[in-house]
Every structure is written in structure tokens, then in C-alpha cells.
């Protein structure tokens, strides 16, 4: 069960927080990712953190959202900042071990003046 949280409408230039809470985020092998899909566009990886503290941007992100867990709270963040009109999109975190991958329900970003 995943359940992302924090999205909303944020001005260009504005930063968001968004929450991704997990039954569980410290599993061997696991990979908790976040994705983005904007309208009328395929579901784009964003960010990820695996179970070992490894991180992955992409690279449209890099230097602008950090990913980031609370082991204690079962919690995944992503923090966004300098956020532009091309980062608008429904995000959607997805916990993945092996060939599985679980998703949670999207939550809206929209950046717009």
C-alpha cells in the first residue's frame, strides 16, 4: 500500500514537498521511485532510493528535487524546488522488489502563474 501526498498548484519558481507513505520501506532490494505523467505523455521516472541509500535522478530533476526517506515513519519525500511549467504532471511513487512493482494513486502538480 502506497499513499502519495502533497501535490497542489504552486507558482514557476515555487518548491512543493511531496510525501510517499509506505507499509514499508526498508526491505532487501527494494526500490521506492517516483514518476511523473503529464497530460497526453508517457509515465517518466523522476527519482528513486533503494533500500541501500543509493539515489537516482533524472536527469530533468537533477539539482532540483532531492529525494529523501524516513525509515522510522515508512515515508518517501521529494522535495521539489525551481519548479517550471514542464514539471506540471500527476506524480506517482512506486515501491519495486525484483520483477513487482506496487503503485499509489497519483497527486497533481501543477505550476502555473
Known amino acids: 500500500q502506497l499513499q502519495a501526498s502533497g501535490g497542489g498548484l504552486v507558482q514557476p519558481g515555487g518548491s512543493l514537498r511531496l510525501s510517499c507513505a509506505a507499509s514499508e520501506i526498508s526491505y532487501t532490494n527494494q526500490v521506492i521511485a517516483w514518476y511523473r505523467q503529464a497530460p497526453g505523455k508517457d509515465r517518466d521516472f523522476v527519482a528513486s532510493?533503494?533500500?541501500?541509500?543509493?539515489?537516482v535522478y533524472a536527469d530533468s530533476v537533477k539539482g532540483r528535487f532531492t529525494i529523501s526517506r524516513d525509515r522510522a515513519k515508512n515515508t518517501v519525500y521529494l522535495q521539489m524546488n525551481s519548479l517550471n511549467q514542464g514539471d506540471t504532471a500527476v506524480y506517482y511513487c512506486a515501491s519495486q522488489r525484483g520483477p513487482y512493482t506496487d503503485w499509489g494513486q497519483g497527486t497533481q502538480v501543477t505550476v502555473s502563474s
Open positions: 532510493i533503494r533500500s541501500t541509500g543509493r539515489i
